[in-house]
Nanobody, 120 residues
């Protein structure tokens, strides 16, 4: 089992910045990828950004140029730097981790979610 602990959400004005963090712990053999999803009220959950163990990244078009995903492999931690925030970025942001566990199998885990609200 992997525990994902998220932090960094909150209320910010349009144009502001926030940095989300997510740390993974557990009997992890290797982390293959980590990422962030978000879900706004009445909308489906969408992938915001992801980063692989090799450092490859991908972003949903709506955040390209504004958000940056990064990782600290030694700490099993992923970050999401969010700049130039817009009201439409308001959502619950969920961390996700694709990990190979000590049993040799790959599993996907989710964090509990952190609220990001962009409003004046």
């Amino acid at each position: 089992q992997v525990e994902l602990v998220e932090s960094g959400g909150g209320l910010v004005q349009p144009g502001g910045s926030l940095r989300l963090s997510c740390s993974a712990s557990g009997r992890i053999f290797s982390i293959n990828a980590m990422g962030w999803y978000r879900q706004a009220p009445g909308k489906e959950r969408e992938l915001v950004a992801a980063i692989t163990s090799g450092g490859s990244t991908n972003y949903v078009d709506s955040v390209k140029g504004r958000f940056t995903i990064s990782r600290d492999s030694a700490k099993n931690t992923v970050y999401l730097q969010m700049n130039s925030l817009k009201p439409e970025d308001t959502a619950v942001y969920y961390c996700t981790c694709l990990a190979t566990m000590s049993d040799g199998y790959e599993y996907n885990y989710w964090g509990q979610g952190t609220q990001v609200t962009v409003s004046s």
